[in-house]
């Protein structure tokens, strides 16, 4: 009897310690994220650059020295066409998955897109994605909002496939 009180005592205890360890990194994801997607939308191009998963950005082709050229013009872009973010909200974060050693999850968000040139707002939902390759320590960040969640696998070997992406979905207010 005391073996079965001990092993169920273990059993609780390492539950619970799993989820509480799955809540505080949730917790850290969202928080990272939010750095990720406030700086990206603000375009400060160094804490963007912080937080991209740039191992993406090399399989699109833009090379390790490009990337605050790329980010620049992407942002004059924007401006150009008189684009700038209203409002941006982050649900929290789907389960972490662990594929190969690596820690991945979908982080949801919704944001409120405002073109001044063509006098609207859109609402946009998509996910971005979170990936770590150091146990949790440090996350990096891909917005999925243009990327088929069949279609992410051929692009990212990496991408946990049981991972499920928010699809786009915009609607003009």
Known sequence: M???I????IFVFSSTHIFAQNSKDKKFVRQ???NFIKAYNNADIDVTLKYVYKP???ILGIKEDGLKTYYTTLYKQYGEMGQR???VSLENPAKILVKDNVWQCAVPYQTTIVNETQKMRIETKASIWAISEDKGKTWRFID???YDQNKIPSLLPIFDTDLQITPLEQKKL
């Not at 001990?6 to 005592?9: A, G, L, M, R, Y």
Request: charged share 20%; hydrophobic share 55%; glycine share 0%.
């Open 85 to 87: 973010y209203d409002h």
């Open 144 to 146: 999925l909002v243009q």
């Open 56 to 58: 993406f950005l090399a």
């Open 32 to 34: 990272e994220a939010t």
């Open 6 to 9: 001990v092993i169920s005592f």
């Open 2 to 4: 005391k073996k079965i």
